[in-house]
């Protein structure tokens, strides 16, 4: 509670000290009696001290209202989802859902705005989080139980390149080689491929003429071998001569679009590959750390005494790994998972805006371009608590998975 109540109060003064939202609701032209009228209508007249109380008070499942129903603190039914109130004195206890206030802008319900955008955002937070659970963890075990190889250092690769790429870059450039450059067909230069599949099998007959391991120096060949092919194609690219395209069946995905099209024949039509890049972009990220976090934490767990000592009593290395390591390895990871999860929901603001993803992002974004401060206080409310939901349940989970942290 006091997390939720300290973002929303830094929130609210953020916003209501950033100016006044009137003054992009009406038209120039407008008269001082409209600005005065709506500034009343959303208690925007009100000192800021008693605008902030009377948010609380909204928000809280237990306010104190005014029982005269002219008075501008009754709790209108109409309004006010109510499921109890004691009568005391002048006021009244109302015992209430939340209430959000109304959208500056559309006049809508803020809990209504955000009941229907938050389906797009948890279809989205839920495919990409998956894929970086299921892609990262395992992934992470193959590296770790590959140590050294060639399997090991492409993974550690694309794990630091997939952390270094920020969200909201990251989607304008899927968005524009997936829903663009290779709508149609996807065109790859050969050059990488030739060179890269030369290194590799020449490494792998050395290998093998000399009774090494396979993977010995591979990545070393396949890095290499890249980096000539890359040379190849520059210089090919530079005196026009020897250029040599891969192409394939191009990706038929768009830049942009929801889960839904509308058709005006046909109505709402579901398009499930319009999730592709978004959900893509938006698991890039926690699929890296993912990774990282599995790989280190099992490959230190592998090192511990009761691993060798399970070793010395015969058990299969599966066994060791699915019953004894893997519990002792997924605490950071399980960590890593929950703040992910949550934090999707505020970095899908980015990855929605450039995708047009209809989502609870798309709808911040266009409060905050507004200064529509109901709907961006009642986004943020959401992502507050969703953070605190899935932080306790990560502690339950913890206790689950790990006996050692239970409390008696």
């Given amino acids: ?28 032209n407008a008269t001082q009696e409209v600005k005065d009228a709506i500034r009343q209508k959303y208690n925007l007249d009100l000192p800021i001290y008693q605008q902030y109380f009377r948010y609380l008070n909204d928000l809280s499942p237990a306010g104190v209202y005014s029982s005269d129903s002219t008075s501008r603190y009754f709790a209108d039914p109409q309004l006010y989802a109510i499921g109890a109130s004691v009568n005391i004195g002048g006021g009244a206890v109302v015992f209430k859902a939340p209430y959000l206030n109304r959208s500056y802008v559309s006049d809508r319900s803020v809990s209504a705005i955000i009941r229907d955008a938050m389906p797009g955002t948890i279809v ?10 299921v892609l990262g963890m395992a992934i ?98 530079i005196f026009g001569v020897g250029e040599w395209y891969m192409h394939f069946p191009g990706t038929g995905l768009n830049m942009t679009g929801s889960l839904y099209d509308v058709d005006v024949w046909k109505g709402e039509i579901l398009q499930p590959r319009n999730l592709i890049l ?33 070793r010395a009593k015969g058990l299969p290395e599966r066994a060791i790994l699915v019953r004894h390591a893997l519990p002792n390895a997924l605490n950071p990871v399980i960590t890593a998972i929950s703040g992910w999860f949550a934090s999707m929901l505020a970095g899908a603001v980015f990855v929605e805006f450039v995708f047009g993803w209809k989502g ?3 709808e911040t974004y266009n409060a905050l371009e507004n200064d529509d401060l109901p709907v961006v206080m009642g986004a943020v409310v959401v992502i507050a608590a969703t953070f605190v939901v899935i932080n306790l349940l990560t502690d339950i989970l913890y206790s689950v998975i790990d006996p050692r942290v239970r409390l008696d």
């Avoid at 989205?124 to 659970?133: P, S, T, Y």
């Avoid at 050294?148 to 080689?177: E, K, N, R």
């Fill in 278 to 310: 978004p959900v893509l972009t938006l698991g890039i990220r926690p699929l890296a750390v993912i990774v990282q976090l599995t790989r280190n934490s099992l490959l230190e767990v592998m090192e511990q005494p009761f691993i060798r000592t399970a």
């Fill in 360 to 362: 609870l992002g798309l």
């Fill in 1 to 28: 509670m006091l997390v939720l109540w300290g973002v929303v109060t830094i929130v609210f003064f953020i916003f209501t000290l950033g100016g006044d939202p009137v003054e992009n609701l009406v038209a120039e």
């Fill in 124 to 133: 989205l937070a839920i495919l990409a989080m998956g894929l970086a659970i």
């Fill in 140 to 237: 992470g075990i193959g590296s770790a139980l590959n140590k050294d190889t060639i399997l090991d250092h492409t993974a550690l690769v694309l794990s630091v390149l997939g952390m270094s790429g920020p969200s909201f870059f990251m989607a304008i450039l899927l968005a524009w080689l997936g829903g663009y450059v290779w709508y149609e067909v996807l065109t790859i230069p050969a050059w990488p491929v030739v060179f890269l599949l030369l290194f590799v099998c020449s490494r792998w007959f050395w290998n093998r003429r000399h009774k090494a391991k396979w993977s010995a120096g591979m990545g070393t060949s396949a890095v290499v071998g890249i980096g000539v092919g890359m040379v190849a194609w520059g210089v090919s690219l």
